[in-house]
């Protein structure tokens, strides 16, 4: 059964700093998307990640996948208080993106 | 960009009653439709995926009987919550995809509350 964990499960932003989330999953998968939840609101789609070494960047976010280590990372750079919401991560299982495992999710507030 | 909506946005019903939720792509068809439930501070869990004309593919734990989908057409599908109870209070979000590398668009939800 492939395993999806974010770590931090919750991160307190100071404005103006860099974070990072970190998505491991357990099986192999070289397709990773990134989204984004505004509290009662669906899901956003940020990035998508098809390959090992893909980095997409959009603003103050960046996302990064390594197959190898089954990690990818989300890196926020000089956190804005728009940036406040709950990221998900989500793999897919057999890289069609017909089977999304998504991970348990970071929720992200920034402080002012 | 690929548009895909629900409706209603919210629902509340007595226990017992069954609800429809239909969601629905705007500009293109959708050849796999998914559903998924979200309880609060929580993850999205897929409940089933429904291909157009065939019939839904339920993920396990999760009762056929009761939460019933219906993929009619390209661009439309339904979940249909039978007898619902207070359990079944949950944000239900749908998706679709057409097998291209983009993933899945995703809908804004309906937010169900069994009284």
Redesign the interface.
């Known amino acids: 059964e492939l395993k999806v964990e974010q770590n931090p499960l919750f991160l307190s932003m100071q404005e103006e700093k860099n974070y990072t989330i970190y998505c491991n999953y357990s099986t192999t998968s070289d397709?990773l998307?990134w989204?984004r939840q505004d509290p009662?609101?669906?899901?956003?789609?940020l990035f998508?990640l098809?390959s090992n070494g893909a980095v997409k960047q959009e603003g103050r976010l960046m996302a990064s996948l390594d197959t190898k280590a089954r990690l990818s990372t989300l890196h926020i750079t000089a956190a804005v208080h728009d940036l406040s919401a709950t990221y998900?991560c989500?793999v897919?299982m057999d890289g069609?993106?017909?089977?999304?495992?998504?991970?348990?999710?970071t929720?992200l507030q920034v402080t002012l | 960009g690929a548009v895909v909506s629900q409706h209603p946005s919210r629902v509340i019903c007595k226990s017992g009653t069954s609800v429809k939720i239909e969601c629905r792509s705007l500009d293109f068809q959708a050849t796999?439709m998914?559903w998924y439930r979200q309880f609060p501070?929580?993850?999205?869990?897929?409940m089933a995926?429904s291909n157009e004309g065939s019939k839904a593919t339920y993920e396990q734990g999760v009762e056929k009987d009761k939460f019933l989908i219906n993929h009619a057409s390209l661009t439309l599908s339904t979940l249909t919550v039978t007898s619902a109870h207070p359990e079944d209070s949950s944000f239900y979000?749908c998706s679709a995809?057409f097998?291209?590398?983009?993933?899945?668009?995703?809908?804004?939800?309906t937010?169900l509350l069994v009284l």
């Open positions: 397709r998307y989204y009662g609101k669906s899901l956003e789609s998508v098809l998900f989500a897919d069609t993106a017909s089977k999304l495992t998504f991970g348990t999710g929720r | 796999t998914f501070k929580q993850s999205l869990m897929l995926t979000i995809g097998g291209g590398l983009g993933g899945q668009y995703f809908g804004p939800g937010r």
